[in-house]
């Protein structure tokens, strides 16, 4: 690590320089989490650089970890791979952001960028163990795409 702070929700890095290695694991609170629908997100590992072109900073990281969310059918854990690759001039990825005096904080662009990996619907892999009970019968997309008038011919 160079020149690089974390800890709460924020992530330092200090422009001074030409070239600011970013290699850090990050761990994020329950509370950030939660309002994400996030059950778990440890030791997110941020890899790359921030590089001074100019007036300009360039950012190239790497974002590798893994999160666990609820599956949407059992509610059970599932695992979700985050693999991302953030590239981009420092002042469009962050227009949002108020950059501190010759600092920046990346945590806005590192959380934004795991945001958008989390799936709209989160289904576990295994087969569900009960599909139908008293009462009810899980309904699955082949049952879903039945023609409507082959029920009719059933009942007459």
Do not use: R
């Amino acid at each position: 690590m160079y020149n690089v702070n974390a800890g709460g929700d924020s992530i330092k890095i200090d422009l001074n320089n030409e070239y600011n290695d970013v290699d850090l694991s990050y761990s994020f609170t329950e509370e950030e989490c939660e309002k994400a629908g996030i059950l778990k997100l440890d030791d997110l590992k941020i890899s790359g650089y921030i590089k001074k072109n100019g007036s300009d900073h360039y950012i190239d990281l790497s974002l590798d970890g893994e999160m666990t969310l609820t599956c949407d059918l059992t509610l059970e854990p599932v695992s979700q791979k985050i693999d991302v690759k953030i590239d981009g001039n420092v002042q469009e990825l962050t227009e949002n952001i108020i950059n501190m005096e010759n600092s920046i904080d990346i945590f806005p662009i590192v959380w934004e960028n795991v945001l958008v990996e989390i799936p709209m619907k989160v289904v576990s892999e295994k087969p569900l163990e009960k599909t139908e009970g008293e009462g009810w019968k899980l309904i699955t997309e082949e049952d879903n795409n039945e023609n409507e008038f082959s029920k009719l011919k059933d009942i007459f």
